[in-house]
Every structure is written in C-alpha cells, then in structure tokens.
C-alpha cells in the first residue's frame, strides 16, 4: 500500500515569488493535514481538510492557503514568499479526523 | 492555547542503559502520540495513547499516559545506536484531535 506521497521533495524559490505543494493521501484515507517543520519554530500544523472542506487552520498568515479535491489530494499554496518560509512542509493523511495521522517525507522549501 | 513541552531536548547515552523522555501538556487533551524522526526523513508513528494509565510497548521503546498529571512518558530500555534519532510527542486536543501540537523534540544520541 502506497504511503503518502508528496511532490516535490525540494523545492528552491526565491523572496516574493509563490509556490504550490501538493500531497496525495494514502488511498482510502479522507482527511489530510499539512505543518511547517523549521528549526527555530518546530513543527507547526498549518491547516487540515476532510471532503474538501478545511476543518481546522493554524495561526499562519493568509499568504498560506490550502484546498483538496474530490479524489483527496491536496494542495498547499505560499504566495509572496519570505525567506521565513524556508521549512519542510509535510502532509499527513488519516482515514477520517482525528485517526491517527501517516506523514509523507515532506518537502524541502528553500528560499534565496 | 495547548502548549507542549518536551524534556530533555538532547540526550546522549550509552548502548546499554536506560532512559526516560518526558513530554508534559498544558491543558485536557484527547490524544498524545509519538513518533521518531531520523534525519531528513519523515515522521514515523511510535505509539497512539487514548485514555489515562495507557501503556504501550514495543522493542525497547514504552510510552506510558498519566493524564491527571498531564504527563507522557518514553521509556527507552537498554539502549542500541539503532535507537538514534529525534522522537517528538504530540497531543490532540479534544474536538480538534487532528489539530496536533508538537513538543520540541528529543534529539537522542546512542553511543557505543
């Protein structure tokens, strides 16, 4: 059974530019979450979406946005992007909220 | 706001001995997890721990929930460099389970 996959695994953009990340959840599972990992900060949940609609959001400004689809795929978008926003970006999936949650390898966000 | 707190943030032991990893949550919560993490990877899930004197084990790793005293712990039993990465505990609060909010991290070091 595939895990979760994410894509791309890095990622190099540079100050005000946007970017879109996008996370397919294990199959069947319904809900996905996504966070922001960055040595000062930790890991942080930035948002969560169960059939398609966000169930939860995190305190990050609007420049992060996020939607799913029908099929559960996410995606995760940061405009203007600051140099702030160099992290890894993971997404987790669970069959429904609050199941335990799978982590994909993330992606690795770099910003010059 | 549920805070996380995570104690000791770096652990340096040898193969063979034992240790604890405390992971101390400020307000009532649903669910407390832990997972590991090697270096640049992803998160992979330990232990999920549901209700107060819940006890789980595996290999040398056991995780114990108190939450009265809003206490987890991670046991580790007789060390093996194997055993080498960083292990986070995260908790759910009640109503926003998939909302989690993670301790800093535990970066532990096996030595031979």
């Known amino acids: 059974k595939a895990g979760v996959t994410q894509t791309p695994r890095y990622l190099i953009k540079t100050r005000g530019q946007q970017v879109t990340l996008s996370c397919s959840p294990i199959?069947?599972?319904?809900?996905v979450s996504w966070y922001q990992q960055t040595p000062g900060q930790g890991l942080q949940f930035l948002f969560e979406?169960?059939?398609?609609?966000?169930?939860n959001k995190g305190n990050f400004p609007g420049r992060f946005s996020g939607r799913q689809f029908s099929n559960s795929r996410s995606e995760m978008n940061v405009s203007t992007l600051e140099l702030g926003d160099s992290a890894l970006y993971l997404c987790?999936?669970?069959?429904?909220?609050?199941?335990?949650?799978?982590f994909g390898d993330g992606t690795r966000l770099s910003i010059l | 706001e549920l805070k996380v707190e995570q104690n000791p943030l770096f652990l340096s032991m040898q193969e063979g001995k034992n240790y604890t990893i405390y992971c101390n949550y400020s307000?009532?919560?649903?669910?407390l997890y832990w997972y590991r993490q090697d270096p640049g990877k992803s998160l992979e899930s330990l232990f999920v721990?549901?209700?107060?004197?819940a006890v789980k084990q595996e290999g040398r790793l056991m995780a114990s929930l108190d939450t009265k005293a809003r206490l987890s712990t991670l046991h580790i039993t007789a060390a093996v460099h194997d055993l080498s990465a960083t292990y986070f505990c995260a908790v759910g609060k009640i109503g926003t389970a998939s909302k989690l909010t993670f301790g800093t991290g535990t970066r532990l070091q096996v030595t031979l």
């Open positions: 979406y169960f059939s398609e609609t966000q169930r």
């Open positions: 987790a999936s669970s069959l429904e909220p609050n199941q335990p949650q799978h």
């Open positions: 721990l549901l209700s107060n004197g």
């Open positions: 307000t009532t919560s649903d669910r």
């Open positions: 199959s069947g599972h319904r809900s």
